[in-house]
């Protein structure tokens, strides 16, 4: 099976992360061995996409309880909890960030004090990888059973193998539905400011012979018009209790369009970005990021000197414009409140 590339990996008692601002020119690991390097990480953006980073913080909590134990032995766990604080502050709006924290702290305080924590914890951490990558896998079979005629499909920055454990959400039902034979063609934002649909997904679609065609942000609304597409599918990075999703800005523009023309829309996630302790869109933290990701391109000034930018790296798509939610529990047609906290008590 190909789960496609590896953005992720635990390597000779390190972190490995295939450092994401480089591709597609350059294909560069970096070695992570702290706690310290695992937020730089995933705050610049070496690692991103939602399960990704869940994925990278249970390998950091990792790295932190090793400095840790050698540290202060039997006295570990209150630097350690310390730590994980500051690994899930990294970034504010991809929930699995929190939730995988939240999961090694709760399995690291339940440890003997005067036990070496790393082996439990590693073990930990290496299932919180498999099961994103297991759940990615469930996605794309029941996110291809939705694309019930052969059509074109877009898709928004990278929810691909290289925003998860493997396979991707978005990308994986992509993958499944173009190995059925579903998709006439994929199409890609570029995904302003970061271009990660340029840069990544396109790389990532082409590495496994999947042919793409790349847009402008700004071209989705007038694809759509000419009958071009027949699903938008996304990933997300947090779906709060009423169905409202966040995802990469330009999401909601998208939605907007596509219920205009006609486009059904898809959001694919783990049950891991689902946060029921929201109650709506309204109360999730949206990442505004520096200005000069805006006023720059490739680290050269394009903007007239003078001019100022907004930059936030996330927006909330409404659940009413939602047509279907994906997940590895099931699929939730016109998700509202009540299936989703059903799902989640499965
Ligand atoms: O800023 P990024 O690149 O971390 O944003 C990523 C996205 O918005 C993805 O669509 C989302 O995390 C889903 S990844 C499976």
Redesign the pocket.
Known sequence: MNDGVHAVAWTYGALTLLDQRRLPGETVYLRIDDVDGAIDAIRD?VV??????GIAAAYGAVLAARAAWRAYGAGWKGPWEADLERLAGA?PT?VNLVWAVRRMRHLGLDLPDDQDPEPALLDEARAIHAEDLAANLRMGELGAALVDSRCGVLT?????AL??GGY???LGVIRSAWKEGKIERVYADETRP?L?GARLTAWELLQDGIPVTLLADGAAAWLMKQGRVGWVI????RIAANGDVA??IGTYALALAARRHGVRFMVV?PTSTIDLSLASGEDIPIEERPADEVLELGGKRVAAAGAEAWNP??DVTPAELVDAIVTERGVLVHPVHECLVDLMQD
Do not use: S, Y
């Not at 991103?48 to 980073?53: E, F, L, N, S, V």
């Not at 996304?234 to 990075?237: L, N, Q, R």
């Open positions: 953006m991103r996409g939602a399960p990704a980073i970034r991809a928004h920055c990278n929810a691909g925003a998860t991707g959400t978005a970061w990660q996304v990933g997300a990075d995802n990469k996630a790296a996330f």
